[in-house]
């Protein structure tokens, strides 16, 4: 469907954006956020010297939480 082309796309640039900042030096770690269908898509996008820096995944849709919630979620999943 349009949609499914949309996501993917969309996977493959964040999947290119982190793997230029990956190159750069700019994180040696990465945690990553999102509502499991969608992780699932982002994760087959991403190159592999850029997935073996994710850490445990957060698989929770958080996009219209709050910073203050995000930041609790975050800690609550980083705890465990």
Same mark, same amino acid.
């Given at each position: 469907t349009p949609h499914q082309h949309d996501c993917s796309r969309f996977a493959r640039d964040i999947a290119e954006?982190? /793997?230029a900042e990956h190159a750069a030096g700019r994180f040696d770690r990465l945690q990553?956020?999102?509502a499991p269908d969608w992780?699932?898509?982002l994760r087959q996008a991403l190159p592999e010297v850029?997935? /073996?820096t994710v850490t445990e995944p957060?698989?929770?849709?958080?996009?219209?939480a709050s910073t203050d919630e995000l930041l609790r979620q975050l800690k609550a999943?980083?705890?465990h």
């Amino acid at each position: 469907t349009p949609h499914q082309h949309d996501c993917s796309r969309f996977a493959r640039d964040i999947a290119e954006f982190l /793997r230029a900042e990956h190159a750069a030096g700019r994180f040696d770690r990465l945690q990553l956020v999102a509502a499991p269908d969608w992780l699932s898509e982002l994760r087959q996008a991403l190159p592999e010297v850029v997935r /073996r820096t994710v850490t445990e995944p957060l698989q929770k849709s958080l996009a219209k939480a709050s910073t203050d919630e995000l930041l609790r979620q975050l800690k609550a999943h980083a705890a465990h």
